[in-house]
């Protein structure tokens, strides 16, 4: 077997070009040239996506679906490219399926508060799994607070993976809900959810996955997903904050009543009664965040001209030899599967003595940009044994130098501590 | 060359670290609070056992940094034989030194002048006061509960966490 690891540039994708539409990478910090290993919180953002904003503002903008004058009709159309643009991107029949919100958490709170309040009763279930972020946990346990709906949790195994051992016992004909996490934003483990929720839909119940994490890493398609709701945010994704997507089937759409009420979402009001516009503007009250809904349509593009496909084999390698280099120190551990086949590229790790704050605090000292904590996933750190960890994540812009990068400063960690 | 983060480890908190004091819980201590930091998941709990208005004895159990443990480590030196009034008073001058404010000339800081320097790092004074704060909630309820406000709910023993 050939060791292929310390190759120079990744074959798929031309990581030294990606990085000249990046000038943040470029930057020192704390002396040192910035190692930016942070892009599972959020990632940098090209010059073309910041572009899209100033241009939007110097050109175009007028508020959308309201003006009768040419330019709102400009602002209104590049707004609706977005729309159509992430359709296509995960594979969505029609934009009626695309509600903008402001972030993934955002979405998942619209499915809690609309469809759930409508659809749950004392009893019923819903079904997550132990390695979820708060955000697919905390709207759950209050809609289950509110409704006397019981909330199920899918165990995770030793390798970081879904424990499906007990799965006929947890989804049930009492299942109403199945919400997973595509990809784990602490271990990075990608989870084959298309079966667990195909079994769902035979039982009649309703599927919703987390993509915040597995959006800007591997293709989506959300009908080979088998799911009813998907939920993103453009800022992980190259675009920028402010800007999540919920896709939700439109049958189902269509009978969940509005979640906030303004402008933009109504047909007609009087004071007596309301009725409501069609999709997806009745998930879409007040004026929306116009301009990074717009430049999210320059990462999408951006993403699209590289390839997921490409981006997914680019970070297998770097994941790879990451996981590679971090294994060669056995005073570190290394959480969630070692088989970059059904891996992403977040990795979290412990060092032996150390606490993750100081880990990171110390690696920034060297230029190294990593989370420490719990990410919020407090459930999946108990379940880990740990109080925190520390996460490195590879984006399209890293390289295998920025992991050796990391390492040194660790190998100086180790000494700086005296350990 | 010395290290940047030598002025925020000093060899005083590392040797605190690695070897934290007051870390045995009190068998009858007089009053138990916790302290966490939400935004890592680091958690502590401080116990007093007062006597005649003094701290005779007081114990940290903390899970966290190299700076909480540290500090942790030694507000259970120097508070041990404090009035509760010299105890609040020590634990307000330390929020000052955190927050880049004159500490009273008074106070001898001892160890704790070593986190000084954890000032310049913003987001790590969380870390440093979170025993602090703890300490300083613990002596308010005490006082409260003993000037018979029954709202108050004293804790004296710690808690698995």
């Avoid at chain 1, 990632?43 to 004058?69: D, F, L």
């Avoid at chain 1, 997921?308 to 790879?320: F, G, L, N, S």
């Avoid at chain 2, 116990?47 to 005649?52: C, E, M, S």
């Amino acid at each position: 077997m050939t060791d292929n690891t310390n190759k120079a540039p990744s074959q798929t994708l031309d990581v030294a070009r990606i990085r000249q539409d990046f000038p943040i990478l470029g930057r020192t910090m704390n002396d040192k040239p910035l190692v930016f290993l942070d892009s599972a919180a959020s990632s940098q953002k090209p010059n073309q996506v910041v572009e899209a904003i100033s241009n939007y503002y110097q050109n175009h903008h007028a508020n959308v679906h309201r003006g009768m004058y040419t330019l709102a009709a400009e602002a209104t159309d590049l707004f609706e490219t977005t729309r159509t643009k992430i359709a296509k991107f995960i594979g969505a029949a029609s934009t009626k399926e695309i509600i903008f919100t402001r972030n993934a958490t955002e979405a998942i709170n619209l499915v809690a508060y609309t469809w759930g309040e409508t659809n749950l009763k004392p009893g019923n279930e819903i079904l997550i799994s132990e390695m979820e972020h708060h955000a697919n946990i905390v709207p759950w346990v209050r809609l289950c607070e509110k409704t006397g709906a019981v909330l199920k949790v899918i165990p995770i195994d030793s390798d970081g993976r879904l424990d499906l051992t007990s799965l006929d016992s947890l989804l049930t004909t009492k299942t109403k809900l199945v919400a997973l996490s595509r990809m784990s934003n602490v271990m990075g483990t990608i989870n084959d959810v298309a079966p667990i929720f195909a079994k769902a839909r035979e039982l009649g119940a309703v599927t919703l996955v987390d993509a915040a994490q597995s959006a800007p890493h591997i293709p989506t398609d959300v009908t080979e997903l088998n799911c009813d709701f998907l939920a993103l945010s453009s800022h992980k994704m190259l675009g920028p904050t402010g800007v999540g997507i919920l896709y939700g089937r439109e049958e189902l759409l269509n009978a969940m009543p509005p979640f906030l009420g303004g402008g933009e979402m109504i047909d007609q009001v009087t004071f007596e009664k309301i009725t409501y516009n069609e999709l997806p503007h009745k998930f879409e009250a007040g004026t929306p965040d116009i301009a990074d809904v717009v430049a999210f349509s320059a990462a999408i593009d951006y993403l699209n001209d590289l390839g997921m496909d490409a981006i997914r084999q680019h970070e297998i390698e770097i994941t790879a030899y990451a996981l590679k280099k971090l294994g060669e120190f056995p005073w570190l551990t290394i959480y969630g599967p070692r088989d970059t086949n059904n891996r992403g590229a977040a990795l979290s790790f412990t060092v032996e003595g150390i606490h993750p704050h100081d880990v990171s605090q110390f690696l920034d000292s060297a230029g190294v940009a990593v989370r420490a904590g719990h990410h919020c996933a407090q459930p999946l750190m108990k379940a880990l044994g740990v109080d925190a960890t520390t996460r490195a994540s590879f984006y399209i812009y890293n390289t295998d130098a920025e992991v050796d990068s990391l390492c040194e400063a660790l190998l100086d960690l180790r000494k700086f501590f005296q350990l | 060359m010395s290290h940047p983060l030598e002025a925020l480890y000093r060899d005083i908190i590392l040797d605190h670290y690695r070897a934290p004091r007051g870390v045995e819980p009190l068998k009858c201590a007089d009053v138990c609070t916790r302290g966490s930091n939400p935004s890592c998941g680091d958690e502590l709990q401080v116990q007093l056992k007062i006597v005649d208005g003094k701290i005779a004895d007081s114990s940290v159990k903390a899970r966290g940094c190299a700076i909480s443990i540290a500090s942790s480590s030694m507000l259970t030196e120097v508070i041990e034989g404090m009035t509760l009034d010299e105890a609040v008073d020590f634990g307000e001058n330390i929020r000052k030194m955190m927050h880049g404010q004159e500490v009273s000339k008074d106070i001898d800081l001892g160890d704790l002048d070593a986190l000084k320097g954890v000032r310049n790092f913003p987001v790590r004074v969380k870390c440093a006061m979170l025993a602090w704060v703890a300490m300083l909630d613990a002596i308010r309820k005490y006082r409260d509960s003993e000037a018979g406000d029954a709202n108050i709910q004293i804790t004296t023993e710690e808690t698995e966490t």
